[in-house]
């Protein structure tokens, strides 16, 4: 299957929810938070579900699969009957979803294939699975992560729209700086008559001890300091207007333990994070720290990849570094 490519543009409207269910009890909050979030954005909901070919289909004698469809039909009619009754127990009419996507295959696939055809903007998925083989090679959330060339919502547990606070963990580099700023124009969509500033965004930013301590021009007290006024800074770059209510936060130690630390001290209703870029197998490369978030965070993870135009800069600018340093060498 071809990977989805980077978006070129900046836009992050939303038009169209793909969201992945399993039809079971446990995906109905996944379901449901995809379909709040089609409502405040005024977009169009899809549902995606993929399924095995039935056990009895395996047992059919050889060349005789292609003349008895009926059993792929019975199949499928069951599959959509599980459709109805999780609408059913979500309260939902069939008219709000635009498309019921059920068909045989790999969930991942489905849903990025899915994604593709329709436009989305986004795509809702669970964050967890059942264990066994699917767990071992991988979950289907970090399957699309890592290859879906927009954002995804890793949903677990019931999301309030509004979010009235978020964590959005930034390195200040380029590309963070980036997916910041396109998340919260996602945010600006769930916002709705509460406005942008109901939504307090906490940006974080964990500096190393080697970061801290490792200079011999500045003591650990002025490194905080100047992280805390790039951070500022940044802020003030995603939100010149001053029109959200975004907040710095500088904390020392490692980034994976120190994001798990802040959203134990103070709870969020969902964590906003971006991907890096990357020019190579698979256009995505997710870097560990937002794999571990996504992995270990309580609530909902919202994962933002950069455009394509981002990563282009980014690249540019490495490779002006890089000669600038092999210059200095001579």
């Known amino acids: 299957m071809m990977l989805a490519s980077l978006p070129e543009e900046n836009d992050m409207s939303i038009e169209a929810v793909v969201i992945g269910t399993s039809l079971d009890p446990a995906s109905d909050p996944v379901v449901a938070a995809g379909i ?3 409502r405040r954005a005024g977009a169009r909901a ?10 009895a289909y395996y047992g059919m004698p050889a060349g005789m699969t292609a003349v008895h469809p009926q059993l792929l039909e019975a199949e499928k009619s069951a599959q959509l009957e599980r459709v109805a009754a999780q609408l059913d127990r979500l309260g939902v009419e069939a008219s709000e979803i635009a498309g019921q996507v059920v068909e045989i295959g790999v969930a991942h696939r489905l849903l990025l294939e899915t994604a593709e055809s329709t436009g989305a903007g986004l795509i809702v998925v669970g964050a967890h699975e059942g264990g066994g083989l699917g767990a071992l090679l991988g979950s289907t959330a970090e399957r699309v992560l890592r290859k879906a060339g927009r954002p995804v919502l890793v949903a677990r547990g019931e999301l309030p729209l509004p979010p009235s606070r978020v964590l959005a963990p930034v390195d ?4 963070s700086e ?12 769930l916002a709705g008559e509460e406005g942008k500033a109901a939504i307090e965004v ?3 930013f964990v500096l190393s001890e080697l970061e801290r301590r490792g200079s011999v021009h500045f003591t650990p007290e002025q490194v905080d300091r100047f992280a805390r006024e790039e951070l500022d800074r940044l802020l003030t770059r995603v939100d010149p207007q001053g029109e959200r209510c975004l907040r710095a936060r500088v904390r020392d130690g490692l980034p994976r333990h120190e994001i798990q630390a802040e959203l134990a001290a103070r709870p969020a209703d969902l964590v906003l994070i971006g991907t890096h870029g990357h020019s190579g197998f698979e256009r ?5 720290v937002t794999a571990s978030v996504v992995r270990q965070s309580p609530c909902s993870v919202l994962v933002v990849p950069p455009t394509a135009a981002a990563v282009e800069r980014a690249e540019r600018d490495d490779a002006d570094h890089a000669a600038g340093a092999a210059r200095q060498r001579r």
Do not use: F, K, N, T
């Open 178 to 189: 980036d997916a910041l700023r396109r998340g919260l124009d996602v945010l600006d969509q």
């Open 284 to 288: 995505l490369l997710l870097g560990s």
């Open 36 to 38: 709040a979030i089609a």
């Open 172 to 175: 200040l580099s380029p590309l």
């Open 202 to 204: 906490e940006a974080l």
């Open 46 to 55: 899809y549902l995606a579900h993929a399924y095995p070919l039935p056990a």
